[in-house]
């Protein structure tokens, strides 16, 4: 198996404290002699018997996890009879352990100038980019996030992408997307920069929208601010309501005055509202959540 990284400067936005790693690896070929997770810890403990096996060692803490793998035939096997193995670092580790008997090794690949990242949570969705829906095999609409917008992983970026009737939209200076058709502006909204809308959304009077995408078929009210926020299709956002650095999946709708903080995901369906404030990193849904045994919803103790 052979681990796909990134260099990446420890400011950058595409680092992400979960994935945090050290490393030791043989600079001549590559091959992995150590790796541990720093998310949870401030210290790095390597083992004397690397530095007495190697001549050369590298150590490595600046490096992003792709989360790609080129793997050998070998890999699904080994998988599958090791039942402990349930993600990629576990088989990282069980490989690593087991090295002397099993025979098996683990090597690197750093990459200096290519882009390569994953979505795996929501700060890496913010940094880079999400799925699209795709439909009849026909892609309606790319939701896509700030190194999209800013046309980072070209020619990934959403004027590229076309339909059946052409273009889904046109890109615009201020890294500016707006869709060919079906789109409705008032004269006094403003539209900053990194921000993608999509056909069918109607935007009223004296509202802001910098570093954010808006699907198909939202309404946006008046005096409304949305800033880093992503709504899905079909959302609907009244008078006088600011969102920051939130998520909102299709079908939400915000009454008037709402105030959706940092952190916030809002799930398929939820309404909030009126005159309401939301907490930094509220996450809702429209029904409980279930055990998973029972047909009915598991009831939540003290609700």
């Not at 090794?105 to 750093?110: A, E």
């Not at 996030?145 to 339909?163: A, G, K």
Request: proline fraction near 6%; glycine fraction near 6%; aromatic fraction near 6%.
């Amino acid at each position: 198996m052979t681990l796909i990284y990134r260099r990446l400067p420890p400011w950058h936005r595409r680092r992400c404290q979960e994935d945090d790693s050290a490393m030791a690896l043989n600079p001549e070929t590559g091959k992995l002699l150590h790796h541990i997770k720093t998310s949870s810890t401030n210290k790095c403990d390597f083992p004397l018997s690397i530095f007495q096996e190697h001549s050369r060692v590298s150590l490595h803490h600046g490096l992003q996890d792709c989360r790609l793998a080129v793997c050998s035939p070998h890999v699904p096997p080994i998988f599958a009879d090791n039942f402990d193995y349930q993600t990629r670092l576990d088989f990282v580790r069980g490989i690593l352990e087991h090295e002397e008997i099993m025979g098996n090794s683990i090597y690197t690949h750093i990459s200096d100038s290519c882009y390569a990242a994953s979505a795996c949570n929501l700060v890496m969705y913010d940094a880079i980019s999400v799925a699209s829906s795709v439909p009849a095999k026909v892609i309606h609409l790319v939701l896509c996030s700030q190194d999209v917008l800013q046309r980072w992983s070209h020619p990934l970026v959403p004027d590229r992408f076309i339909e059946e009737n052409g273009p889904s939209c046109v890109y615009h200076r201020h890294n500016i997307y707006k869709p060919t058709t079906g789109l409705q502006l008032s004269r006094s909204c403003v539209l900053e920069s990194s921000t993608f809308v999509g056909s069918g959304t109607k935007i009223g009077d004296n509202t802001v929208v910098a570093n954010s995408v808006i699907g198909r078929n939202c309404t946006i009210g008046h005096n409304v601010h949305l800033r880093n926020a992503y709504l899905w299709d079909n959302v609907v956002v009244e008078d006088n309501c600011r969102l920051q650095q939130c998520l909102l999946a299709s079908g939400v709708v915000l009454k008037r005055n709402v105030t959706v903080t940092p952190g916030c995901v809002l799930s398929f369906g939820v309404v909030v509202g009126p005159e309401i404030k939301l907490k930094e990193g509220t996450l809702l849904q429209p029904t409980p959540d279930t055990d998973g045994f029972e047909d009915e919803p598991a009831q939540v103790e003290g609700k």
